[in-house]
């Protein structure tokens, strides 16, 4: 598959609100979307790569961190791609301002007990 496959914490508010902008912003529906929970992720051995980061699983190459997050506003085109300024920051100060989010997700947005039911959108795109 050589679609973008972007790979998140199900149980993460954050990471759930995330996916549905994607999912509202993404009108060429290129991405797909999977949880680091799930078969394809455990196939790939992900799980362990970067608990704590979104994925952008992109053909042979995967993406985490800062540079997920920058490639997939890329990917979206349009206004987002603006957001491409943000390569010229060194990825040391990118990955550890996008680190300090990720330690307080759950204490400032939340988490879900289980990961919450779908949209037909998703499900449509959701890879298992």
């Known amino acids: 598959m050589n ?3 972007i790979v998140f914490d199900g149980h993460c508010r954050l990471c759930h609100w995330s996916v549905q902008f994607l999912l ?3 009108h060429k529906r290129q991405f797909y979307f999977t949880t ?11 799980k362990s790569d970067a ?4 994925l952008l ?3 042979d190459r995967t993406y985490k961190e800062s540079a997920a997050f920058l490639k997939m506003m890329g990917i979206l085109g349009g206004f987002w791609s603006l957001f491409g300024v943000f390569w010229v920051i060194p990825p ?3 990955n550890g301002f996008y680190r300090y989010i990720a330690r307080n997700r759950y204490r400032w947005f939340g988490m879900y007990e289980v990961c919450p039911l779908p949209t037909p959108e998703l499900q449509a795109r959701l890879l298992s």
């Open 3 to 5: 679609e973008p496959v």
């Open 24 to 26: 509202r912003h993404d």
């Open 36 to 46: 680091f929970d799930s078969a394809w992720s455990a196939q790939r051995r992900l």
């Open 51 to 54: 608990p704590d980061s979104v």
């Open 57 to 59: 699983v992109l053909g």
């Open 92 to 94: 040391l100060l990118r």
